[in-house]
């Protein structure tokens, strides 16, 4: 018998070449794998990037200045702020069209309010003026040069409208270089008077504190840790019980507990006087400072340090412990060689976990920090609900994300970010 040989590719059960058909059936596990994760990654992209990129664009963005005064800005670029002398009337006029215009749509307040923040006293000065321009005819009446100076002397101010020039833009600095104890002034950029430079103590502030606070979290939370790993099953989860406690009462309760556990005339400074320890005319100071912060902010973030510590600490067999001591070890170095290298996978989740939640916490510093043991956080916080200088705000969060970004960056380069278990 003769064998027949096929010289063309091999084909599928359906008659298409099987390299087309294995390519279309990856091709398909594909789409069905995107369309499975496609709510989640919608998910994460408006809760997650979207406020992020909208951070990032706030702490630049600058387009209310030249929207708003379109023909001034282009007035304003023949003019040399360094001549030290006021623009001309061709500039007033200018600016007259647009504020007469900014006061008919109502925005002359905000574009007061933006340039507020780099120059205190103009947001006041465009709301009197805005009264003003209401009655004013922009055929008949002139010079407007004249009429400004009549409304508010502050018109005549010379460094008003090197403002106006610094800020024409649509993009700014102006925002990272205030998050930064500096600002841009006509000589150029330097740094803020030396009783307004508050922005760079809270940075190094809000970092040192957080690395003591996961310091002293490791430290209290180690041995728990340990303690539970090792006891029996029905008594360990007993005491889990009572970390996981913590979870199911008010953030805000618990920080309002220890604000009367820390004040002069609260339980601790009570207890301390009753035995003899203080004097009840010297009472401890531990309220509205760095310690009643690191206090009260260790207890709260105590239990997430804990959890992932347990979590790797359960997989280490005791049998390794036993095999030390059997080859001579002592209890110490049992642990320091065999045990301690095991776990510090668990040290670098719960520090990485405990760290990034206290910089971005500023409940707790609020209400038991006073003027020395607050946060970046509730400057931001302020700056977006009280004062609204939403751009200065988005500048600050960018800063620190920068920041956190960094220290992940040099944690992974010295520990490694593969070494992180949760057990």
């Given at each position: 018998m003769s064998e027949t040989t096929h010289s063309g590719p091999m084909l599928a059960a359906d008659g298409m070449p099987l390299k087309r058909s294995l390519a279309r059936a990856l091709r398909r596990q594909k789409l069905r794998a995107l369309a499975l994760v496609a709510p989640l990654l919608i998910f994460v992209l408006l809760t997650f990037v979207?406020?992020?990129?909208?951070?990032?664009?706030?702490?630049?963005?600058?387009?209310?200045v030249p929207e708003t005064l379109p023909n001034t800005i282009v007035a304003l670029q023949n003019w040399d702020p360094t001549a030290g002398e006021l623009p001309g009337e061709d500039v007033y006029a200018a600016f007259a069209t647009d504020l007469v215009a900014a006061v008919d749509a109502?925005?002359?307040?905000?574009?007061?309010?933006?340039?507020?923040?780099?120059?205190?006293?103009?947001?006041?000065?465009?709301?009197?003026?805005?009264?003003?321009?209401?009655?004013?005819?922009?055929?008949?009446?002139?010079?407007?040069?004249?009429k400004f100076i009549e409304s508010d002397k502050d018109w005549g101010?010379?460094?008003?409208?090197?403002?106006?020039?610094?800020?024409?833009?649509?993009?700014?600095?102006?925002?990272?270089?205030?998050?930064?104890?500096?600002?841009?002034?006509?000589?150029?950029?330097?740094?803020?008077?030396?009783?307004?430079?508050?922005?760079?103590?809270?940075?190094?502030?809000?970092?040192?504190?957080?690395?003591?606070?996961?310091?002293?979290?490791?430290?209290?939370?180690?041995?728990?840790?340990?303690?539970?790993?090792?006891?029996?099953?029905?008594?360990?989860?007993?005491?889990?019980?009572?970390?996981?406690?913590?979870?199911?009462?008010?953030?805000?309760?618990?920080?309002?507990?220890?604000?009367?556990?820390?004040?002069?005339?609260?339980?601790?400074?009570?207890?301390?006087?009753?035995?003899?320890?203080?004097?009840?005319?010297?009472?401890?100071?531990?309220?509205?400072?760095?310690?009643?912060?690191?206090?009260?902010?260790?207890?709260?973030?105590?239990?997430?340090?804990?959890?992932?510590?347990?979590?790797?600490?359960?997989?280490?067999?005791?049998?390794?412990?036993?095999?030390?001591?059997?080859?001579?070890?002592?209890?110490?170095?049992?642990?320091?060689?065999?045990y301690f290298p095991q776990s510090v996978p668990g040290i670098g989740a719960g520090s990485i976990l405990v760290f990034i939640l206290a910089i971005g916490y500023y409940i707790t510093p609020e209400l038991v920090g006073g003027t020395q043991g607050v946060f970046i956080s509730n400057r931001i916080a302020f700056h977006i609900s009280t004062s609204l200088n939403w751009g200065l705000a988005a500048a600050l969060g960018t800063i620190l994300l920068a920041a956190v970004l960094l220290l992940y960056y040099v944690y992974d380069k010295i520990v490694g970010i593969d070494n992180v278990k949760l057990g």
């Open positions: 979207t406020p992020i990129v909208s951070m990032l664009w706030r702490s630049v963005e600058n387009q209310i109502k925005i002359h307040t905000k574009l007061g309010t933006r340039l507020n923040y780099e120059m205190p006293g103009i947001s006041s000065l465009f709301r009197s003026t805005g009264r003003d321009v209401k009655k004013w005819n922009l055929e008949t009446d002139g010079p407007f040069k004249e101010d010379i460094d008003v409208w090197k403002t106006f020039k610094r800020y024409s833009g649509n993009y700014t600095s102006g925002y990272f270089l205030n998050a930064v104890d500096m600002e841009n002034t006509a000589t150029g950029v330097q740094l803020r008077p030396e009783d307004q430079r508050i922005y760079a103590t809270l940075f190094i502030r809000t970092m040192w504190m957080s690395l003591l606070i996961t310091g002293s979290c490791l430290l209290l939370g180690y041995p728990v840790a340990w303690i539970l790993a090792n006891l029996r099953a029905s008594t360990a989860n007993v005491l889990m019980i009572l970390v996981l406690l913590p979870f199911w009462t008010s953030l805000l309760v618990r920080t309002s507990a220890w604000k009367v556990l820390l004040q002069q005339q609260g339980v601790i400074n009570d207890l301390l006087v009753w035995v003899g320890l203080v004097d009840d005319g010297n009472r401890l100071v531990m309220i509205n400072n760095q310690f009643g912060t690191i206090i009260a902010m260790t207890h709260i973030l105590l239990p997430f340090m804990i959890l992932p510590l347990y979590s790797v600490m359960k997989t280490v067999p005791p049998s390794y412990l036993r095999a030390a001591k059997s080859l001579g070890a002592t209890n110490w170095t049992a642990f320091w060689r065999v």
